[in-house]
C-alpha cells in the first residue's frame, strides 16, 4: 500500500551533522552496533521462520531469539546489511557520507578513505544504500499538481573486444530514457521568493524502457496519487493519462515557455545530470535506477538536516519489512 508524500513538513533545518560530530558519537565498532540494535529494537525484529514479532536479545551471541519458535536472527539479517561482512563502521561512514554531502560519494574516493583493500565490497554497499533510499521512496506517492516528462541521460554500453572504433578503451554512449515526475504548486502572484515560477515538493524519477503509452501510463499510475493534475507537453506518450488520474493538462509547449510551464522537471534533469558527471562520469544502463534512487532520496528529504542520516539507518533497518 502506498501513501503520499508528507505534505511540505519543513523540519526546523538543522545543521547536518558535520565530520567531529560523526566522530564523537560513533568512535568505534561497537558504537555502530549497538545505535543499529537500538533502531532494530524499535522499528521490530520479524521472525523469518514463523513472522513472530517478539524476541529475547541474546546478549552473548548478539541475536535475537524468536518467543515462539526459537529461530535466531542475527543483527544484520532482513537489514540492508544481510550477508555483508564489511563491519558496521563502514557502512556508518558510508551513510554519513552519503547524507552529509551535498552531492555524493563515488565507490572509489570511499574505498580510499576506508583504506579497504578491495574495491568490490565498497561499490555493493553504496549501491545496497541506494537501493534501500529507492524501497523508501517506493512506499510514497506523489500528488496535487504534477509536472511530467522525460529526460534522456548519457549511459555507456560496454563495447566487447579491443578494437572498439567508437572510443579506445570505453564504451559506447547511449540515450538511457528516465521518467520524471514532480510535485509543482502554482505560486500566487508572479514568482517564488527564489524566483521560481512554481513551487517544488517531491521527486521521482524511473528509468523505462521506451516511450510508448503502455509502458509509461502503468509506471505514472503506480507513482501518482489518482486524485493528482498532471501538466505534460503534448506528446502521444502521455495520451492514456486522463484515465488514471482526476485531470490530465497537456498542451504545446514551446521551447521559451518549458521553463515556465515544467520548470522542475528540467531544474531536477539537469542538476542530476551534472551531479552524475561530476562524481560517477560514466554510467551503465543497468546502475542508472540506482544513482536516480539517490538522487531523489535526497532531494525529497532537502530539509531534514542532521535528520536524514536516522532516517536513512530506518531505512536501512527497515529494508525487508512491511511498510507501516
Ligand atoms: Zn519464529
Not at 39 to 52: F, K, L
Amino acid at each position: 500500500m502506498s501513501v503520499i508524500f508528507p505534505k511540505f513538513i519543513i523540519f526546523v533545518k538543522k545543521q547536518i551533522m558535520n565530520l567531529l560530530n560523526f566522530i564523537t558519537q560513533f568512535p568505534d565498532e561497537d558504537t555502530c552496533k549497538n545505535k543499529f540494535k537500538e533502531i532494530r529494537d524499535t522499528e521490530g525484529v520479524i521472525c523469518a521462520h514463523c513472522g513472530g514479532k517478539d524476541h529475547y536479545w541474546k546478549k552473548d551471541k548478539w541475536q535475537y531469539e524468536c518467543k515462539k519458535c526459537k529461530t535466531r536472527t542475527t543483527l544484520r539479517s532482513g537489514t540492508v546489511m544481510h550477508g555483508s561482512k564489511l563491519p558496521f563502521r563502514y557502512w556508518f561512514v558510508a551513510m554519513h557520507l552519503l547524507t552529509s554531502t551535498k552531492k555524493s560519494f563515488s565507490a572509489l574516493e570511499l574505498q580510499r578513505q576506508l583504506g579497504h583493500k578491495r574495491y568490490e565490497p565498497i561499490w555493493k554497499m553504496l549501491h545496497k544504500l541506494r537501493e534501500a533510499m529507492g524501497k523508501r521512496d517506493d512506499n510514497y506517492t506523489l500528488s496535487g499538481q504534477i509536472e511530467l516528462d522525460e529526460g534522456f541521460f548519457s549511459t555507456e554500453i560496454a563495447i566487447e573486444g579491443k578494437n572498439n572504433p567508437l572510443k579506445r578503451g570505453r564504451g559506447s554512449q547511449k540515450k538511457t530514457k528516465v521518467l520524471v515526475m514532480v510535485e509543482s504548486k502554482e505560486v500566487e502572484g508572479e514568482n517564488t521568493k527564489r524566483g521560481k515560477p512554481r513551487i517544488v515538493g517531491h521527486l521521482k524519477m524511473q528509468v523505462i524502457d521506451n516511450l510508448k503509452s503502455e509502458t509509461i501510463t502503468p509506471v505514472v499510475e503506480s507513482n501518482i496519487l489518482k486524485d493528482s493534475l498532471i501538466n505534460t507537453d503534448d506528446s502521444t506518450s502521455y495520451n492514456k493519462l486522463h484515465e488514471i488520474v482526476n485531470e490530465h493538462k497537456s498542451q504545446v509547449i514551446p521551447k521559451e515557455k518549458v521553463g515556465v510551464i515544467l520548470p522542475w522537471v528540467h531544474i531536477t534533469i539537469s542538476n542530476a545530470k551534472r551531479l552524475f558527471i561530476d562524481i560517477y562520469h560514466d554510467i551503465k544502463p543497468k546502475y542508472l535506477q540506482s544513482y536516480l534512487n539517490e538522487f531523489c532520496y535526497k532531494f525529497n528529504r532537502r530539509y531534514f538536516g542532521e535528520f536524514l542520516f536516522d532516517r536513512l539507518l530506518v531505512a536501512c533497518v527497515s529494508y525487508k519489512n512491511k511498510f507501516r
